[in-house]
């Protein structure tokens, strides 16, 4: 069976597009270091990337360009300043200089060096992605990488070393959760828990999980404090800020605490906590279309559904930090089954494997963290994802804009609905099981027309008229 880390489903990155951004940025750094590490990367004379099906017809939407100069740039995703970014990308276009691994300059014009193969797919995947590297002696080396979604990437022909791991509880479907669970009378959480122990020390999923929702806070402020124009040439005007302010006003918080606190000190009425669940999750998005830092989640154009249910779940019914890691925790394990099931990459199953999957895995945290069984969590999922099914991915422009950002905000609705139902329902007498949803997601995908798998050559992204003038 597959291993998959919660820290594998969950990993803070740069937006707009976990497979389009995150993977090419982390091919590009994967290819620096295993073809041309170290003392070895001052002998590189030229290099040259090609883009295959998706990554190229929506790359330039998704700024799968600019991912992959900053990977060859050396940039690490989590940590650089996201501020800088346009005034680096226009360093390189302008003086069509790289500097390769952080060193010295590399001659490479983008408008010649990445190469868009709009017409042709690489056979494994729909985002492929190679490299062709010439070097000072004559020798060349070359690799092809694929993005395969939530920003994983996989060579071609490499063997999966997460199939090598052995875990105390292996989970490769629902059932298998259910049988662990049941046998170690265990709740979900606890049970992902001593998974995690395989790669880390209890200090250190403690931390590494306090560390996600730190970021998750961080994006989810930002975008509750910044208004404009969001970049690409759709002129999508930021809206979470406005609504924030409306809500409580625009004030400046000196911690996460305080901004917390006083959200919940406003008593909201039903109507506002649907709204704050939407400013939620559009803030997150609206940070992830400005390239801005945010938690892949499992994908970054669905970065905001569990974001805004955590919150929703913080603010509304005061969750504390342990609730708090037990929800990051429980989300990881039902992401992990969708990737092992099917598919969380919207260019081979649509936006149900984004959108839908977060969903899911917001569904079944929340219902655990609200006080439910292991088998009301896992029939939350099933809810959740039954009414995502068929959901296609076609973004206006390529860009992660429309209808991507509102449709965080749906997610996260529809995640608080199934939690409610799965709490007020028998699990047995369901008639469908979370098996069964992801058996029938991955059916969807595959019999669903590629140009409903982020391609943008159908759907809106055909029938609405924008001037992309400036893209």
């Known amino acids: 069976m597959t291993a998959i880390s919660v820290f594998d489903m969950l990993k803070i990155g740069v937006g707009p597009s976990s497979s389009h951004t995150m993977g090419p940025w982390r091919a590009a750094q994967r290819f620096l270091r295993e073809y041309a590490p170290g003392d070895r990367v001052g002998d590189v004379r030229a290099v040259t990337v090609h883009l295959y099906g998706s990554l190229a017809k929506t790359g330039r939407g998704h700024g799968t360009d600019i991912a992959v100069m900053m990977g060859l740039s050396g940039e690490e995703p989590t940590t650089f300043d996201t501020r800088l970014l346009d005034a680096r990308i226009a360093a390189i276009r302008d003086s069509r200089m790289l500097p390769l691994g952080g060193g010295l300059p590399l001659p490479f014009d983008p408008s010649q060096a990445i190469v868009f193969h709009f017409n042709e797919t690489l056979p494994f995947h729909p985002n492929g992605i190679r490299f062709d590297a010439q070097f000072a002696d004559g020798a060349t080396a070359d690799a092809v990488y694929y993005s395969v979604g939530g920003g994983f990437v996989v060579q071609e022909g490499e063997r999966n070393p997460a199939d090598a791991i052995r875990l105390p509880y292996p989970c490769q479907q629902a059932d298998d959760v259910l049988m662990h669970c049941a046998s170690a009378d265990q709740a979900l959480w606890e049970m992902v828990w001593e998974n995690e122990r395989t790669w880390r020390t209890d200090a250190e999923i403690t931390a590494g999980l306090d560390h996600l929702w730190a970021a998750m806070l961080d994006c989810m402020y930002r975008g509750c404090h910044t208004d404009g124009v969001l970049p690409g040439g759709l002129n999508v005007t930021r809206r979470a800020s406005a609504i924030h302010a409306r809500l409580i006003g625009d004030a400046v918080y000196d911690s996460h605490d305080a901004w917390i606190e006083r959200i919940r000190e406003s008593r909201a009425s039903f109507p506002d906590v649907v709204k704050w669940v939407s400013v939620f999750a559009l803030a997150v998005n609206e940070e992830n279309a400005a390239f801005g ?31 708090v890691r037990r929800f990051l925790l429980a989300a990881g394990e039902i992401g992990s089954l969708f990737k092992k099931g099917a598919t969380i990459s919207a260019a081979m199953g649509g936006c149900q494997a984004e959108i839908g999957v977060s969903s899911s895995m917001a569904a079944a945290a929340l219902t655990e963290g609200l006080g439910g069984t292991v088998q009301q969590a896992l029939m939350a999922a099933e ?42 329902s028998i699990p047995h007498l369901a008639k469908v099981s979370l098996d069964g949803v992801i058996r029938t997601m991955w059916q969807t995908a595959q019999d669903m027309s590629d140009k409903y798998k982020e391609t943008s050559e159908g759907g809106l992204a055909v029938n609405i008229s924008v001037n992309l003038a400036e893209c």
């Open 383 to 424: 809810i959740s994802m039954e009414h995502h099914l068929g959901l296609t991915c076609d973004p206006i422009g390529g860009l992660v804009q429309i209808p991507c950002i509102e449709r965080n905000a749906m997610g996260a609705m529809k995640a608080i609905t199934a939690a409610n139902l799965a709490l007020e």
């Open 293 to 323: 830092r945010v938690v892949t989640a499992p994908t970054n154009g669905a970065a905001g559904v569990i974001p805004a249910v955590l919150m929703y779940f913080v603010c509304f019914h005061h969750a504390e930090p342990d609730a």
